[in-house]
């Protein structure tokens, strides 16, 4: 399919409905819903069995896997992994018998850019997962995540720190180093950053 000017693929299987935008090189596999004002960035891997629902928002080179719901009010950045089956919400207080259908009662949850959300973690509305943070498999995260966190647990708490790269970090006083790919970070207030290499 082809629109305004950006080509990218679609299974036959999956439905996206207008108006959306969705990115050069982005591919959304079987049985798919992209649904009305949405915008994908390009070169994005949609898998198996995925909603994206309607005013969603997904940065470049994002890749959501099979069995993944991306309801309103989440925001993916550039880079960001959902792993297999794991669940957004968007709201705060769901009931069946009181149904909350208004913008305001949607909780804004962000993914910033190099986020890794692991298989079957479940992200609680109103979160920030900060940036090249890594949420382990079938972790409950219900406040937000420092960039660079590992969290794993229910709920999910932080159990140290990890690389751009995905390999976690060794701190040594307020320095910590890559051993994969030589990533130097500092800590900082309680926070680690990425610094010059040495």
């Known amino acids: 399919m082809i629109t305004s000017g950006r080509l990218y693929f679609v299974h036959e299987s999956s439905y996206v409905d207008e108006p959306s935008v969705i990115g050069e090189g982005t591919r959304i596999w079987h049985f798919s819903h992209v649904m009305a004002e949405t915008m994908i960035g390009r070169n994005c891997s949609i898998g198996q069995n995925v909603l994206i629902a309607s005013r969603v928002t997904i940065g470049d080179n994002v ?6 719901s991306v309801y309103e009010g989440v925001v993916l950045e550039d880079d960001v992994f959902c792993g297999p089956s794991m669940v957004f919400t968007n709201i705060a207080t769901p009931r069946s018998r009181f149904p909350r259908n208004r913008p305001e009662d949607y909780r804004r949850t962000l993914v910033r850019r190099g986020a ?9 509305c109103g ?9 382990g498999a079938g972790a409950v995260v219900t406040r937000d995540v420092p960039p660079y966190g590992l969290v794993f647990g229910n709920p999910a708490r932080l159990h140290g720190f990890v690389c751009e790269c995905g390999t976690t970090l060794s701190v040594e006083g307020e320095r910590a180093l890559c051993r994969a790919c030589g990533g130097a970070y500092a800590v900082r207030d309680g926070l680690m950053e990425r610094v010059e290499a040495p």
Do not use: L, R, Y
């Open 127 to 135: 979160a920030t997962i900060g940036e090249h943070a890594f949420v």
């Open 116 to 124: 890794t959300i692991g298989a079957n973690a479940t992200i609680v």
């Open 63 to 68: 890749k959501i896997q099979n069995n993944v």
